[in-house]
């Protein structure tokens, strides 16, 4: 059984940083793209980030593009958070795409966690 577990998550002051990781188990993945998402309330989710099965190919939204970097090791995933700021506020999901590489779209994703809340105060 394929499991997502994130960690991280938390409360941070405007300016502050955070890192998240998701551990996935249940299978190999090293040969699987991965990525973060977020949900704000009220929204839908959105993509954050995804990098591809080697690590060499990575992607972000514009809004976090040189604050946010997403990284793999194994079976972990990270998302590195600097200089957060109040919009960025969500609950982030880990997710696996069984395939190599990446993709910006929420749909071509197989498997997620359960999420983390971050919550950044202005």
């Known amino acids: 059984q394929v499991q997502l577990v994130e960690s991280g998550g938390g409360l941070v002051q405007a300016g502050g940083s955070l890192r998240l990781s998701c551990a996935a188990s249940?299978?190999?993945?090293?040969?699987?793209?991965m990525g973060w998402f977020r949900q704000a309330p009220g929204k839908e989710r959105e993509f954050v980030a995804t990098?591809?099965?080697?690590?060499?190919t990575t992607d972000y939204v514009d809004s976090v593009k040189g604050r946010f970097t997403i990284s793999r090791d194994k079976n972990m995933v990270y998302l590195q958070m600097n200089r957060l700021k109040p919009e960025d506020t969500a609950v982030y999901y880990c997710?696996?795409?069984?395939?190599?590489?990446?993709?910006?779209?929420?749909?071509?994703?197989?498997?997620w966690g359960q999420g983390t809340q971050v919550t950044v105060s202005s």
């Open positions: 997710a696996v795409r069984t395939e190599m590489v990446i993709s910006t779209n929420a749909r071509n994703y197989d498997y």
């Open positions: 249940g299978r190999t993945f090293r040969t699987y793209a």
């Open positions: 990098i591809n099965w080697s690590g060499g």
